[in-house]
């Protein structure tokens, strides 16, 4: 084995040199690489003081692998970079196209929180109405494209088959009890704490957990970055929310899946690491339903200066 070989023998190395140039991750997820990093170190130390000679030869030898792991670590921790193993896979229209798999040594928890800090440093642009451009589809098959328009004084237009229709809309946004206009998402704290205690204030109102309310907001809405990180910090302060792995959505586009088994139904999110940008939502209903399964992807969203 070359010294390159020797270097590069760890868990995600191929996936690792495929993924290219990568963005530096954050302070906080360095430091927490370096943390473990240093754990590592000091038992490889431990280790080399009491092993027999030929032992600790080869304890030196992969002690030159630390630099390797260090990136690998700092990748993982950064939420962009090694996917291993296998995982439970989706059901019915809500599968994905790619099997699942799991990130080693992250929670759920980290994930979110890495998010959190993309989300917050990702600029977002205004304009008079905002744009989703969407696309609908249920366990039987049935699947339809649309376009909505919503604006800051509560109108709604949906544009489908050529056809729009127009409706006021008091409200667009589930948050605990209430419903939420594009102006009342300014008024929002932006304490993780106090977002999730108001989402779980409802008790699963209409059957939306907290976890279904958050991702309605990331999807659809033109929520500040601000508000976007807290949403995700919530998440990671919710329990019950699993880190799934990587999986592609209706389209064919890689995202970090994250699940939720709420009262009536398995909830979904696939999310772009890269972006924090939610892809796509998937609720399975656990209790009888006409439409078991329910995907909705999002295709576009953005700001607009007109409808149509």
């Given at each position: 084995m070359t010294e390159r070989q020797e270097l590069l023998d760890f868990p995600g190395a191929e996936a690792l040199q495929a993924a290219g140039h990568v963005e530096p991750p954050s302070a906080q997820a360095l430091a927490r690489a370096m943390a473990a990093v240093r754990a590592a170190a000091q038992d490889e130390a431990g280790s080399a003081a009491v092993t027999p000679f030929r032992r600790r030869r080869i304890?030196?030898?992969?002690?030159?692998?630390?630099?390797?792991?260090?990136?690998?670590?700092?990748?993982?921790?950064?939420?962009?970079?090694?996917y291993t193993g296998t995982g439970a896979g989706s059901t019915g229209a809500g599968a994905t196209s790619a099997p699942h798999r799991t990130t080693t040594?992250?929670?759920?928890?980290?994930?979110?929180?890495?998010?959190?800090?993309?989300?917050?440093?990702?600029?977002?642009?205004?304009?008079?109405?905002?744009?989703?451009?969407?696309?609908?589809?249920?366990s039987k098959g049935t699947s339809r494209t649309f376009t909505e328009y919503i604006s800051r004084s509560g109108?709604?237009?949906?544009?489908?088959?050529?056809?729009?229709?127009?409706?006021?809309?008091?409200?667009?946004?589930?948050?605990g009890p209430k419903q939420l206009g594009w102006n009342d998402l300014d008024r929002l704290p932006t304490d993780p704490v106090a977002l999730l205690s108001l989402m779980n204030s409802s008790k699963e109102y209409a059957g939306q957990s907290a976890f279904v309310q958050a991702g309605s907001i990331l999807g659809s809405s033109p929520a500040s970055p601000p508000l976007r990180a807290a949403l995700y910090k919530a998440l990671a302060r919710m329990q019950g929310v699993k880190l799934v792995g990587t999986v592609k959505d209706g389209t064919g586009r890689s995202g970090t899946e994250l699940v939720f088994n709420g009262v009536a139904s398995q909830d979904r999110m696939i999310v772009d690491p890269r972006t924090g940008v939610l892809l796509e939502t998937v609720s399975v209903q656990t209790k009888e339903s006409l439409h078991p399964v329910n995907r909705l992807t999002y295709l576009s969203v953005g700001p607009a200066t007109k409808i149509g």
């Open positions: 304890r030196v030898l992969s002690g030159r692998r630390i630099t390797a792991t260090l990136l690998s670590a700092a990748a993982v921790a950064a939420g962009v970079a090694v040594g992250v929670t759920a928890a980290t994930f979110l929180n890495d998010t959190a800090e993309v989300a917050a440093t990702t600029p977002i642009s205004y304009g008079p109405y905002w744009k989703m451009r969407l696309k609908a589809s249920d109108h709604h237009s949906v544009v489908a088959n050529g056809r729009t229709h127009h409706k006021p809309l008091a409200g667009t946004w589930r948050l």
